[in-house]
């Protein structure tokens, strides 16, 4: 698989129910990100997690990351209609410049049905 | 809350022609990023930009593509003679030092005809 690789492609859940995506990547990491697509808008950024954390909240997120597995989990509690979106996995590399890129997933489509 | 903003949200371009595509990145911000989404495809990272060079570029970010920062909030993407494989979403990304959360702009939609 790719870097980046969310699963599933898709998910359809009814609201107030949880929602949890997957991302695996290949490289070492500096970071992983996660963001949201609203269908053919920009991309939001939602959360960060470093590679020495291994769980982060905000809000009705919950984000964890497994290095030795090199993959990471997005939860989404109590979802809610305005939760549809496409979700991406994201990891940060540093550059040799002192930059830093993102490399992104294919996503996740998630689909909250009232 | 500062947001990356970008102009024009759509670009309809023939192929050949030279196209500028701009954005003003968060005022505070020091790296800035151009990424790009072919329909349907994953976001493609192009080139990094910081203390007014490129510091990374792609495969992707051939010849035909040039950055500028040119006054200082201004950061723009120049394809100097279009293809239809071109034809993508194009978004700006900036951050602060840290932390390093990029934050993007809504993006500029790219039509090669």
């Known amino acids: 698989s790719q870097q980046g690789e969310e699963d599933p492609q898709a998910l359809s859940i009814q609201e107030g129910e949880n929602a949890t995506m997957n991302c695996s990547y290949k490289t070492s990491i500096n970071n992983l990100q996660w963001y949201r697509q609203n269908s053919g808008r920009g991309l939001v950024h939602l959360i960060l997690i470093r590679s020495n954390e291994r769980e982060k909240h905000s809000g009705r997120l919950r984000v964890t990351l497994d290095t030795s597995k090199k993959s990471s989990s997005l939860l989404i509690t109590a979802s809610r209609a305005a939760d549809t979106a496409s979700y991406f996995c994201?990891?940060?590399?540093?550059?040799?410049?002192?930059?830093?890129?993102?490399?992104f997933g294919t996503g996740t489509q998630l689909k909250v049905e009232l | 809350e500062p947001e990356v903003t970008q102009t024009p949200s759509h670009q309809v371009t023939q192929m050949g022609q030279e196209v500028i595509l701009r954005c003003v990145p968060i005022s505070n911000h020091l790296y800035f990023y151009w990424y790009r989404q072919i329909l349907g495809q994953k976001v493609e990272f192009l080139v990094s930009?910081?203390?007014?060079?490129?510091?990374?570029k792609s495969e992707i970010f051939d010849d035909q593509f040039s950055v500028e920062r040119p006054d200082g909030s201004n950061f723009t993407l120049k394809i100097r003679s279009t293809k239809l494989e071109d034809s993508a979403m194009y978004f700006c990304?900036?951050?602060?030092?840290?932390?390093?959360?990029?934050?993007f702009g809504p993006g500029t939609r790219l039509t090669v005809t």
């Open positions: 994201a990891t940060d590399a540093r550059l040799t410049g002192g930059g830093n890129k993102l490399t």
């Open positions: 990304a900036s951050r602060e030092d840290v932390p390093y959360e990029q934050y």
């Open positions: 930009f910081y203390n007014n060079e490129i510091s990374e």
